[in-house]
Nanobody, 123 residues
Framework: QVQLVESGGGLVQAGGSLRLSCAASGHAFHVYAMAWFRQAPGKEREFVATISWIPSDTYYLASVKDRFTISRDNEKNTLYLQMSNLKPEETAVYYC????????????????WGQGTQVTVSS
């Protein structure tokens, strides 16, 4: 398995931007599909975006597709999520995940998870 550590969360006003990072270690990062999920207070964790191990295929939750961009740097073993025009309802803990899968949106396809980073969007 790969170990994952997220960073970049924080407090931002509605309409603002943040870039999350996820540093990976422990195994060959480049063979894993990577994804971002989020969990808002009182809600189940939901899929946000995923990128294939060849960083050419991506898939997004419909509501973020035009505002978020997932990317990866396999040389730096790092995954990113650039978020723009953030909304208060997107306040959540954001998690990165790794799995030997392909453009999967289900949690059970990912075997490694980070501890999460808090994103708070104020209105």
């Amino acid at each position: 398995q790969v170990q994952l550590v997220e960073s970049g969360g924080g407090l931002v006003q509605a309409g603002g931007s943040l870039r999350l990072s996820c540093a990976a270690s422990g195994h060959a990062f480049h063979v894993y599909a990577m994804a971002w999920f989020r969990q808002a207070p009182g809600k189940e964790r939901e899929f946000v975006a995923t990128i294939s191990w060849i960083p050419s295929d991506t898939y997004y939750l419909a509501s973020v597709k035009d505002r978020f961009t997932i990317s990866r740097d396999n040389e730096k073993n790092t995954l990113y999520l650039q978020m723009s025009n953030l909304k208060p309802e997107e306040t959540a803990v954001y998690y990165c995940a790794a799995g030997r899968t392909y453009v999967a949106t289900s949690e059970d396809k990912y075997e490694s998870w980070g501890q999460g980073t808090q994103v708070t969007v104020s209105s």
